[in-house]
């Protein structure tokens, strides 16, 4: 057996004997550094104030070896066991108090560390206008090169990845069963489609059998591996508030879109701005502004400016470009940033917005274009 594979089943030992739900796992984390240390512990020390009497069994009645068939298991379905010592391993779960110490995935796992995440999360069963906000803000989010995480279940979920796909963006999965299912098996085929760029993520192995709980404790992912949610439609007791109470938990930022007062299906979402604890989401752009990551249109329009001929350009005006931003300037202040003179920075400017590179405003105010 390899030092790989050895290190690797210390780790799905101790995921097992934790149990869903991974709780507790900083806490001992931070007292034995890493799972071989604890079962190096075992007989040793006295641990009943760290673990409950199940998994005080799971401790004694397991071993690391009897996770070999699994660890095969998953290599011959492809799919990839990832442990919190693994570089692959989601930095914004790593060091969360309940954070699992494994996590089996499929697709493309370069989307667990993505720049920017946003949660999508809402109704199974949501009205017409709860799909259509979860779409254009979905395709907001995915133009601009967001990941956009969800459930991969009926309604919104499925949206949110949908809108990923259409933009050949990342998109997260995060399954309450095992990592070999897809509920509900109608989204194999978006499934298959989002691993091109995404992956699909599950901290149940292959076979294992799951029940209505686990959807709520993989509700934590979402969240966690999320630097802002947005709630598009929801119910008032429903699994995605407890999205949202994992995001409050997480110090993660809550967006939710405002919907019709009279929609049940809209009472939760309503709540959380009517009490302040969601921003308002109306489009893309709101929660882009908060990530401060721009949208598909200011990225094109940079883009547009960044790929203009410079070469015609005196070297005084190529000066005063690099000085300018999209604040407004006064003259003054532009000419002290470029060592030159007024009438040079004058004749600079003049240059620049003649050949649309400046904006100039009421009272001799520029701005680069």
């Known amino acids: 057996m390899n030092e790989e594979l050895q290190q690797l089943l210390y780790w799905i030992w101790f995921a097992k004997v934790l149990g869903p739900g991974a709780a507790h796992c900083g806490e001992i984390l931070a ?11 075992i007989g040793k020390e006295d641990m009943r104030g760290l673990f409950t009497s199940v998994q005080q069994r799971r401790l004694t009645q397991l071993q690391p070896v009897d996770f070999v068939p699994l660890a095969l298991r998953c290599n011959r379905m492809n799919v990839q066991i990832i442990s919190m010592e693994d ?35 809402g109704s199974r ?18 133009q601009a090169g967001v990941c956009l995480v969800s459930g991969l279940a009926d309604g919104l979920d499925s949206e949110a990845h949908k809108a ?8 997260i999965g995060v399954l309450g069963t095992a990592i070999d299912k897809t509920y509900p098996a109608t989204n194999r085929r978006l499934r298959t489609q989002m691993e091109e760029y995404g ?10 059998t799951t029940n209505a709980g686990s959807f709520l404790l993989r509700n934590r992912f979402i969240a966690g591996l999320s630097d ?43 709540r959380l701005l009517e009490q302040g604890e969601a921003h308002v989401a109306v489009n893309a ?3 882009l502004k908060g990530l401060g990551v721009q949208s598909a249109a200011q990225n094109q329009k940079k883009a547009a400016i960044e790929q203009q001929d410079t070469s015609l350009l005196s070297p005084e005006a190529v000066c ?50």
């Not at 007292?31 to 512990?41: G, I, K, M, V």
């Not at 119910?235 to 009279?262: C, L, W």
């Open 31 to 41: 007292l034995y550094r890493h799972p071989q240390e604890l079962f190096e512990a």
């Open 87 to 121: 570089t692959a391993y989601p930095q914004r779960l790593k060091y969360l108090p309940d954070a699992p110490p494994v996590l089996f995935c499929t697709g493309n796992l370069d989307a667990l560390n993505h720049s920017t995440s946003v949660g999508m999360i």
């Open 125 to 142: 069963r949501p009205s017409s206008y709860g799909i259509e906000a979860a779409r254009c803000i979905g395709d907001g989010l995915a």
């Open 164 to 171: 990923a796909v259409r933009a050949d963006c990342p998109t």
């Open 199 to 208: 992956a699909v993520i599950s901290e149940f192995a292959p076979g294992e």
């Open 228 to 270: 802002a949610i947005c709630v598009v439609e929801a119910r008032e007791q429903s699994g995605t508030m407890n999205t949202v109470g994992h995001a409050k938990r997480y110090d993660r930022m809550v967006y939710a879109v405002p919907g019709a007062i009279f929609s049940p299906l809209c009472e939760g979402t309503n």
């Open 285 to 287: 752009d709101a929660i």
């Open 320 to 369: 005063m470009l690099n000085a300018l931003t999209a604040k407004e300037q006064g003259l003054e202040p532009l000419a002290i940033a470029t060592g030159l003179n007024t009438g040079q920075a004058l004749a600079a400017l003049l240059e620049l917005e003649v050949n649309g590179f400046v904006v100039s405003g009421a009272g001799g105010q520029y701005r680069r274009r």
